[in-house]
């Protein structure tokens, strides 16, 4: 049987920032191609909507409120960010 996960060479290298948002100056949509984890504080975290590897930051919505155009509100969190591909 062939392997059909990609190998490293495959994959683009992980961004210092990335978003989630498509309309988002940080987005990088050949990231997306390939499952991305990030782990902060130690914890993986599932519900990431932003982050900065180098400030040190993540952003994740804030419970189920959302703006006026229906996307969610989103709360700052400061600690250790890990960005690895799954």
């Known amino acids: ?7 490293t060479a495959d994959r ?3 961004p210092d920032r990335l978003s989630v948002d498509p309309a988002s100056p940080h987005h990088v949509a050949a990231v997306f191609a390939h ?3 990030i782990r902060f504080n130690g ?3 599932q519900d ?3 982050y900065c590897v ?3 930051w993540i952003r994740v ?3 189920r409120a959302v703006d006026r155009r229906g996307r969610p509100l989103l709360i700052k969190l400061k600690g250790e960010v890990q960005a690895y591909y799954r």
């Open 1 to 7: 049987m062939s392997d059909t996960a990609p190998t």
């Open 35 to 37: 499952p991305v984890g």
């Open 43 to 45: 914890q993986e975290r």
């Open 61 to 63: 919505p804030a419970g």
């Open 12 to 14: 683009p290298p992980l």
């Open 48 to 50: 990431v909507e932003e």
């Open 54 to 56: 180098s400030e040190g």
